[in-house]
Nanobody
Framework: QLQASGGGLVQAGGSLRLACAPSGTIYGTRDMGWYRQAPGKQRELVANIPSGGNTNYAESVKGRFTISRDAAKNTVTLQMNSLKPEDTGVYYC??????????????WGQGTQVTVSS
């Protein structure tokens, strides 16, 4: 139900923009966010944005990453600047969506690889 895009290979100090959009008919969204999983590590929250509240960021990305959402399109993006090698990992979008026939449920995107070279 979620399609993520925008990952890739970039040098340290560079930028990438991740985007995530739902597939199928969606009637609403609540919390939306991005998580990442580095090799050998657990998945961790990068940033999230509730439907009507303040954004939240992991300490390690504050000041460098910006999460935003488009309420009309039910999409969420993550602008990543000043990337560091430690930002490398698979990035997953996550959202609580109201889908046809399923009601409110938590969904994950398929993951997109971000690799930052030093």
């Amino acid at each position: 139900q979620l399609q993520a895009s925008g990952g890739g290979l970039v040098q340290a100090g560079g930028s990438l923009r991740l985007a995530c959009a739902p597939s199928g008919t969606i009637y609403g969204t609540r919390d939306m966010g991005w998580y990442r999983q580095a090799p050998g590590k657990q998945r961790e929250l990068v940033a999230n944005i509730p439907s009507g509240g303040n954004t939240n960021y992991a300490e390690s990305v504050k000041g460098r990453f910006t999460i935003s959402r488009d309420a009309a399109k039910n999409t969420v993006t993550l602008q990543m600047n000043s990337l560091k090698p430690e930002d490398t990992g698979v990035y997953y979008c996550n959202a609580v969506l109201f889908a046809v026939g399923r009601g409110w449920a938590n969904y994950w995107g398929q993951g997109t690889q971000v690799t930052v070279s030093s």
